[in-house]
């Protein structure tokens, strides 16, 4: 499954390097942005019989939250968008267990102290192909780098997970336009969910740049090996945007 995926994107790629490229209109744009980020869920990590169904706030105490930051490569032709998004994130606390617990086949007693860290570093490749003026749809394909840690008990895994995608951009006024996105997997033990709206605006004192402000939405099942997981990111998002 994940062979064809990839072969599929090759043959986009260059199906667009070579298809009319004398009235095609080439644009690259560059944007870092900053999500302030909620992130609400449950872990599992190990076995179903040595471990744990743990909610990582009230559970574990991972109220510190770090990065939420993205790094945004996009290449745009009259018909097709080739994207790269790079996204980290990292939470953390500690707390005096209420209960006992089972994380990666080890006990913890009630009323021990433990400190804990979810981190991820999350990948995407992104295909669109341009169906009208406002509207286009296309496939993702995501690779996600996890690590969680209590006291000093590490697990990792790594995922890569396919996606069917739809943009909608739509120009309100000169200079103002409202953006809509949204993802969705297309076959797997694990799902993921995405959704985006908001509003990109010219900035007049910088050349070829805009502003983006929006809400994102994020939803990730994981069913994999002795891991599993239902984490929701959502929160507002405002980037920096460089077309040249």
């Not at 609400?40 to 930051?69: P, W």
């Not at 994380?103 to 341009?130: E, P, Q, V």
């Not at 994020?218 to 984490?231: G, Q, R, S, V």
Request: glycine share 6%; charged share 20%.
């Amino acid at each position: 499954m994940r062979k064809s995926i990839l072969l599929f994107l090759l043959l986009m790629t260059a199906a667009s390097l070579f298809a009319d490229s004398s009235k095609n209109f080439f644009q690259t744009e560059a944007e870092i942005g900053l999500e302030r980020a909620m992130l609400d869920g449950h872990i599992r990590i190990g076995s179903d019989q040595n471990s744990s169904n743990l909610d990582l706030q009230n559970d574990l105490g991972m109220m510190h939250a770090t990065g939420g930051l993205q790094a945004i490569l996009t290449r745009s032709t009259t018909h097709h968008k080739f994207g790269f998004k790079l996204e980290k994130y990292e939470h953390s606390g500690s707390t005096k267990l209420s209960q006992n617990i089972l994380y990666n086949s080890s006990a913890y007693a009630t009323a021990s102290l433990i400190s804990s860290k979810f981190c991820m570093k999350w990948a995407k490749l992104k295909y669109r192909y341009k169906v009208s003026q406002t509207f286009s749809a296309g496939i993702d394909l995501n690779g996600m780098r996890l690590k969680t840690l209590v006291n000093e008990n590490e697990y990792k895994k790594t995922l890569v997970l396919p996606a069917l995608g739809i943009d909608y951009e739509t120009m309100l006024e000169e200079g103002l336009q409202f953006i809509a996105k949204a993802s969705t997997t297309i076959a797997n033990n694990s799902n993921y969910h995405y959704a985006y709206a908001g509003l990109s605006y010219d900035l007049k004192i910088l050349h070829c740049s805009a502003l983006h402000i929006g809400y994102q939405y994020k939803n990730l099942e994981i069913n994999a090996d002795e891991i599993h997981t239902d984490l929701t990111y959502q929160g507002l998002y405002a980037g920096l945007a460089m077309k040249f």
